[in-house]
């Protein structure tokens, strides 16, 4: 039986449980490099309730290393940026521990090749492995771009300084890296125009859906009362761009619906509901549920998803998990960005505030499925066949094309 080699892997986040964009990425990357190598793995755990699942990444490891990370003080310690002139992204997740242990592996010669997930955690990558490889997902300068006109001063200052910082250090490491990944080819893209330099090694690795376990096909008990039409949000509630999507959809889109529909019910399911979250079930017709066991009941029983996103990067698996329940799902260009569908069959792409409130209406009248968006999903979301494409990143001497494969010409 041949001995695996080594590979660290480090993540900003703790890789389970795949409950939300971010962790799903990378448990499914996780899994599959463990497939092929003894896998190191070193993250954060920002959330007290996730230190119950580190048993079971075991399966996946040969080691495990988990930090904690408490928010509140991660903050304050991102304002030493201020001084040093780095984005403040980079010394929210410093970690003298987290940087020694991967040093130590390195030098031992446990791993010799290395996968970062999230640009944060390039700076804890040893320059000494044979094949560092980035999952940077999203360029997320570009998230703190679009923030800044959204706030006043001085947040407004501050997002604009961390758009700028943290786009000269994501130009750096993608120069530094062996190969960058990004979760789309727009992603991808947009990372290329800003680096050309680093064209031939920035790529698209898409994400996939578990279509068996996101299937339509299931029984799943109805949560809705029976005198609504559900219109369902799913997704973390305490992340700012869910937030504003929610407040701008309840505020301005549903009052219009709720008048031409009045059976409609905006549900908002997802975990951490903040207070302005939670403000917004004071409206006739809106319910917010915090966290629930299985998104599939209220995304099988609903007469359509919304994603009204107004600022957002990469793929949104919102979108994703509503397609590949045949959901009709409603969207802003921002939470189509990425997604390999077709506006008008598989989704339904609304430009304004009034395309939103016509598109939703119109779905609670007819109350139809949408199986064709589960054929996209099915073409394109396969997560097996999407992580194939990783593993060449990881030889001794890839083709410098091969982090493009994904991406049409």
């Keep these: 039986m041949s001995v695996k080699e080594g590979l660290l892997f480090l993540a900003h986040r703790i890789p389970f449980p795949p409950n939300k964009g971010d962790k799903i990425r990378s448990f499914h990357l996780l899994r599959h490099l463990g497939t092929r190598y003894a896998v190191h793995l070193g993250a954060f755990v920002d959330d007290p309730d996730d230190w119950q699942y580190a048993d079971a990444l075991k399966p996946y490891c040969a080691s495990i290393k988990l930090l904690p990370l408490q928010p509140r003080r991660a903050k304050l310690a991102s304002l030493t940026g201020l001084f040093t002139g780095q ?46 490889v980035l999952d940077m997902v999203d360029v997320d300068s570009d998230k703190w771009s679009q923030y800044a006109p959204t706030q006043r001063w001085p947040m407004s200052w501050l997002y604009a300084r961390e758009g700028r910082k943290l786009a000269a250090w994501e130009a750096q490491v993608a120069q530094d890296f062996d190969a960058t990944l990004l979760v789309s080819c727009d992603e991808a893209a947009l990372l290329q125009r800003r680096v050309p330099q680093a064209r031939h090694k920035i790529g698209a690795f898409e994400n996939g859906v578990d279509a068996d376990y996101f299937s339509p096909a299931r029984d799943y008990p109805d949560p809705y009362p029976s005198d609504v039409l559900g219109v369902v949000f799913t997704g973390a509630m305490d992340y700012w761009p869910n937030v504003d999507a929610v407040s701008w959809f309840a505020e301005r889109v549903f009052p219009a619906i709720r008048e031409a529909v009045p059976a409609a019910q905006f549900t ?47 793929i949104q698996n919102k979108v994703l998990e509503a397609m590949a329940m045949a959901r009709p799902v409603v969207v802003t260009a921002q939470a189509a960005e990425g997604i390999r569908a077709e506006a008008g069959r598989d989704f339904l792409l609304a430009e304004d505030e009034a395309g939103l409130a016509g598109a939703v209406i119109a779905q609670l009248q007819t109350r139809a499925s949408c199986p064709q968006a589960r054929a996209c999903i099915l073409a394109h979301y396969d997560w097996a066949r999407n992580l194939s494409m990783i593993d060449a990143l990881f030889d001794a001497a890839p083709a410098a094309s091969s982090a493009l494969e994904t991406c049409p010409a």
């Design 268 to 314: 908002i399911v997802g975990s951490r509901p903040t207070e302005p979250v939670l403000a917004l079930a004071r409206q006739p017709g809106v319910v917010v549920t915090g966290s629930v066991p299985d998104v599939r009941p209220w995304l099988a029983h609903a007469a359509c998803a919304v994603a009204p996103l107004r600022i957002a990067r990469g």
């Design 87 to 132: 984005a403040l992204t980079l010394p929210y997740y410093r970690s003298r521990e987290l940087r020694h242990w991967a040093a130590d592996l390195a030098d031992s010669g446990k791993v010799t090749r290395g996968l970062a997930f999230s640009s944060a955690m390039a700076q804890f990558m040893p320059a000494k492995l044979s094949r560092r």
